[in-house]
């Protein structure tokens, strides 16, 4: 029994993976993070959707998934309730610079959900490294990247539909996620990263910018939430900013990764930060450094 009273969280057989490559997103790591997840009793939430890694890896029986990116949130939304309407619609996309540029100018407000679904994925699987980018219109702007390679798999797709069925996904602040959190619930954040080299303008993918006072004001929502038993986990990178940030109020762990959005190898490994509010089980032990 949990000291809460209450059974710890029943996730269910068989763990998914994502249909989306989301650059910082955690597909490589998520093992390792749901290795590093508390015992929790309540609802599983992800207020930094992106690809859903973590949230695929666990396959909780009950979550809140959210993102600010409107567009992610309705592909989501879309495979979740019809994986073959998207799937079908991707298999009229040729894979072609004057499609991707085509595409590219759609105006998803024009778009059905299925349409914007997989507008969404087409354009993960062929811009330049997979970059979701937009300027401060919301207009999509990362080149055509020239890959060969399938739009989807539809075992992976079908997955993802199956385990995302059910599930609560939405438009949202990451701010409103952790102050609706309750005790018990567990929540995972993977903001876009403070940059290693100072405040760079690479982080938008959503209209607005992610900078130096939205890590202080994530910092603030995560301290509200942990006072009221909310468990909860971030991932960000390994810089004196994000030590100094969380030293205080959370424990800090370090977790080896590789950058390859770096177009220079040598450059790629690195150390990602660690933050929760317990204690980590057993079987993440190896995180700490």
């Not at 939304?77 to 991707?90: I, K, P, Y």
């Not at 970059?131 to 079908?158: E, M």
Request: glycine share 8%; aromatic share 12%; proline share 6%.
């Amino acid at each position: 029994m949990h000291p809460t009273g209450r059974q710890p969280m029943r996730l269910l057989p068989g763990e998914g993976k994502s249909f989306l490559k989301w650059a910082g997103g955690k597909t490589r790591y998520a093992r390792t993070l749901v290795a590093a997840a508390p015992s929790f009793t309540g609802t599983y939430r992800e207020p930094f959707l992106g690809s859903g890694a973590v949230f695929f890896e666990l396959n909780p029986a009950t979550a809140v998934l959210s993102d600010a990116n409107e567009e992610l949130v309705t592909c989501f939304r879309a495979v979740a309730r019809d994986a073959e309407a998207v799937m079908g619609r991707l298999d009229e996309y040729p894979n072609t610079r004057e499609h991707f540029a085509a595409v590219r100018r759609q105006d998803p407000a024009t778009l059905s959900d299925v349409e914007r679904a997989a507008r969404v994925i087409y354009l993960n699987k062929t811009s330049f490294r997979g970059l979701w980018r937009v300027n401060r219109k919301g207009q999509f702007n990362t080149p055509y990247g020239a890959y060969d390679r399938p739009y989807y798999n539809r075992q992976t797709l079908l997955e993802a539909a199956r385990i995302l069925h059910g599930k609560d996904i939405r438009v949202a602040d990451f701010e409103e996620q952790l102050d609706e959190a309750a005790a018990g619930d567990w929540v995972y954040l993977d903001p876009p990263y403070a940059p290693l080299g100072g405040w760079a303008d690479f982080q938008r993918y959503t209209p607005g910018q992610f900078g130096e006072d939205d890590h202080i004001r994530l910092c603030a929502a995560m301290k509200r939430a942990s006072g009221r038993g909310v468990l909860v986990t971030l991932s960000n990178s390994d810089t004196p900013f994000v030590q100094r940030l969380f030293a205080d109020d959370f424990q800090v762990a370090r977790m080896a990764t590789r950058r390859d959005i770096n177009l220079q190898s040598t450059k790629r490994g690195s150390w990602d930060l660690v933050v929760t509010n317990y204690e980590l089980p057993d079987a993440a032990r190896q995180l700490a450094g």
